[in-house]
């Protein structure tokens, strides 16, 4: 058997060491992954089947033995490649080089395997287009890897050990919603996925190892995660189109103004705009009828807790008097329904939190809790802001001085304050003036509790303030006065989550508007312009400006002022929403008329009887949380959601 070289790789050189120990491991990892893979292997009679990874041949032996046309495998380990020839003679052909590039022409493959690979690769998008573009139509992609949240959570780590020493071997950390989008937007659907946990056939090698109590610690906690993809499309290069015109539509220039029809997108961004003849030659969405206005921004929301339902006192019962308060008797009055939720995997309740916001028409939300990898990446739903610090408020957070000392002066430092009606909460401000935590960064999300001299003390500083006023409402029986939020100079708004608010960013407008008698001019500030500026957002961030980014939503609204229509908007008049030039979220009407090459990836999502394509894997988001709350009972900010189909 020969081993080809397929590049020059970088070396690897922890797996070459680890090549010499490979196959000596008594992994239950392995034992686990073959029990419940092979049960989903196709027929392989007379097919040409491909392992990206292949390693020492674990699986192209298995393979071998279910009489392939063809088989091959690529490894970027020519340590372990030697070991894979050893076992195989001449039953595959073995290629030395990454998964960057397979060695394979376009559509000649009709299974292909990728066992404990993914955490590996860089480039997560790069893999999943070369697994599509090496699939003929209906090809099978079966992929593996240790489950992303469990190995986060219980903090393991890529490692071993060989000749009395210790190697790690570095891998990136990638939630199973974003594996499954970054495969579903290249062409795949998700067929299987299965989250399987130890078992008896495991409980062996545990007690062998003399681990058998992590064993017991193990039994229902999910250690792997197998996907089955089919490949459904002939293309393998759908890509959302570089430049469209959106055409026929009212375009916003600020809370009182249209200007123009017609808004030109190239390369994610603003474009100037361009002449008549130019327009044939580009993807065209007609807006007939609709208002374009900028991405709505989303300055305070904790974006795991979307499918919770409210929890706290009731309207008969005493409000609460400080935040401090309700935190410490949620968890012991509601301890069952938190406990329930929590078991909802982490990065499944941030994928939710998100398209609570996209469907309301939100492109950019500052989530006040720890940052998941998946926020950075290009396939989740909606930009989450990065460059923050935060600290949770002065009850709970004794590292704040420390934190706010370590926010960079062009970055915002975010702090729960004044969020209650007790003497605590109301003398919050004064304490983190003495602690010298106020100038242009600090960001202070409630402020229920300012006085008149507290107000004047923000302003002094520069400081700014988030209103959440339904979760006030909810909490407290009160809101900020009219008075009160009138006199903050740097003003935005935010959702909450809906432990205490009253469902999502658009219900909180409409709150803030009408009961707390905010003008339509100063909401639509706080969720554009006056947001972007607080969060320092520098790219153009609610606004359509000429070179900014192209983060856009329309709307179907009696209402041409934009303004108005901000202030009186509902989540079902929301028709299309952009990030970066990128359909993320389409009614039904829209989306007929969306480029085919703009629908790649979307599925369709039941919200209160309406009907949206939204830019996420359903099926999966669908599936982890119903296998936890029960089919058919999944509310999203209060709102029934339902999975209708898939693209």
Known sequence: ?????????????????????????????????????????????????????????????????????????????????????????????????????????????????????????????????????????????????????TASSRGWSRSFRCGGEYFEVPWFDRSLALVVAAFQKSGFSLQHAITPAFDEPERFIFERSGKLEEYDRLTDVPAIYILKLQKNRTSSDLQAPHELLLTN??????????????????????????????????????????????????????????????????????????????SREIHSRHAETIA?????????????????????????????????????????????????????????APEITHTFCDTPHDAPFIVHAAEGVDVEACGEITRLEEMSLLDDRTVLVHGLGLSKEDVELINSRNAAVIACPSSNQFLFHQSPSLERLNSVRRIALGSDSPLTGAGDLLDEIHYAHEQTGISSTMAYEMVTRGAAAILRLRDGEGEIIDGGVADLIAVRTPHVEPALAVAHLRFDQIELVMISGNVQMASAEIYECTPQQARVGMQLLEVEGHMRWVRAPLDFLFASAEEVLGKGELRLGGKAVRHVAAL
């Not at 292949?54 to 392939?68: H, M, V």
């Not at 398209?355 to 396939?379: K, S, Y």
Request: hydrophobic share 40%; glycine share 8%; net charge negative.
């Open 1 to 149: 058997m020969s081993v080809t070289a397929n590049s020059s790789p970088s070396p690897l050189t922890e797996f070459d060491i680890w090549a010499s120990i490979y196959d000596e491991q008594n992994n239950p990892m392995f034992t686990l992954e073959e029990r419940h893979l092979e049960a989903l292997l196709p027929t392989l009679g007379g097919k040409c089947v491909f392992e990206a990874g292949c390693g020492t041949g674990r699986w192209l032996g298995k393979l071998a033995a279910l009489g392939p046309a063809s088989l091959s495998g690529i490894d970027a380990s020519s340590a372990m490649l030697d070991h894979a020839k050893s076992k195989l003679d001449d039953t595959a052909q073995l290629h030395l080089g990454d998964c960057s590039s397979l060695p394979v022409s376009d559509g000649s493959v009709d299974v292909l395997l990728s066992s404990f690979v993914l955490s590996y690769l860089p480039d997560l998008d790069n893999f999943a287009r070369e697994c599509s573009r090496v699939l003929r139509p209906g090809g099978t992609l079966l992929l593996s890897d240790l489950n992303p949240d």
């Open 249 to 326: 539509a009212s375009i916003s220039s600020g809370p009182a103004t249209v200007n123009g029809t017609t808004v030109n997108i190239a390369k994610g961004r603003i474009a100037s705009a361009i002449v008549a003849a130019t327009v044939a030659s580009r993807s065209v969405l007609d807006l007939s009828g609709l208002l374009v206005l900028p991405g709505l921004i989303n300055a305070h929301d904790h974006l795991e807790f979307a499918l919770f339902p409210n929890l706290g006192r009731n309207s008969e019962e005493d409000p609460y008097l400080n935040a401090t308060e309700w």
């Open 340 to 396: 329930r939720h929590r078991q909802v995997p982490k990065s499944t309740r941030l994928w939710w939190g998100t398209i609570r916001n996209l469907l309301c028409g939100v492109t950019t939300v500052c989530h006040h809790n720890p940052a998941h990898p998946d926020f950075a990446h290009t396939e989740f739903p909606v930009r989450v802001v990065s460059h923050l610090r935060w600290s949770h408020s002065l009850a709970l």
